[in-house]
Structure formats: C-alpha cells, structure tokens
Nanobody, 120 residues
C-alpha cells in the first residue's frame, strides 16, 4: 500500500527527494515515518510526521532532512540535503493509524518496499 521512490546514487554534499505514495488511501489520520537500514545495522528512525503535522527528526539528520506531507497527492516526502556516505542505506516509509512510538519501527503497521540511497 506504500510505495517509495526517488532513491539513487549521489556524491557527498548532494541532495535527493524521496517520495512515499499510497494509491488507495490518503494519509489523513495516519502517522508516517521514514526509516533507514544500512547493511549489518538495525533499522533506525529518520523522521516522522504526526496526524497534527508535528515533525521529529533523528539527531543525525536534523538541519539536513525535511519531511513533509501533500495530502492532495497522498504523498509524504523526505527532502535530503548535504548527504554524506553515512546516509547510505535502504530507506523505508511506514504508516500507522494508531499511536506508533517513533522511532521504534515495530510500532508501525504498514511498510513500503524501500528505496536505496547511496552516497559516495
């Protein structure tokens, strides 16, 4: 139900915008989070946006990443700037209608398939 796109390979200092779209539903009433997982590491929360549009970020991405929601397009974006090699990972979006405890991934019910971001 969630489809990520926008990943790719960029050089350090570059930017990417990831998108998370849902074809059947709107995000109204959902909390949506972005997570990432690098090889050999646990999945970590990157950013989330609540039902009231409050946003939170991991310390490692504050000031560089921005999460936003376009309800008309049923799309959540993650705009990433000043990327560095430590940002290399598979990025996932996740949604939940309840009270997920971001950045705990297991508390989100719905997941996309992921989009790869590689920074060199």
């Amino acid at each position: 139900q969630l489809v990520e796109s926008g990943g790719g390979s960029v050089q350090a200092g570059g930017s990417l915008r990831l998108s998370c779209s849902t074809s059947k539903y709107t995000y109204s009433g959902y909390c949506v989070g972005w997570f990432r997982q690098a090889p050999g590491k646990e999945r970590e929360g990157v950013a989330d946006i609540s039902r009231t549009d409050a946003v939170r970020y991991a310390d490692s991405v504050k000031g560089r990443f921005t999460i936003s929601l376009d309800n008309a397009k049923s799309t959540v974006y993650l705009h990433m700037t000043n990327l560095n090699p430590e940002d290399t990972a598979m990025y996932y979006c996740a949604g939940d209608r309840g009270e997920p405890r971001w950045p705990t991934a297991s508390t989100f019910a719905y997941w996309g398939q992921g989009t790869q971001v590689t920074v060199s």
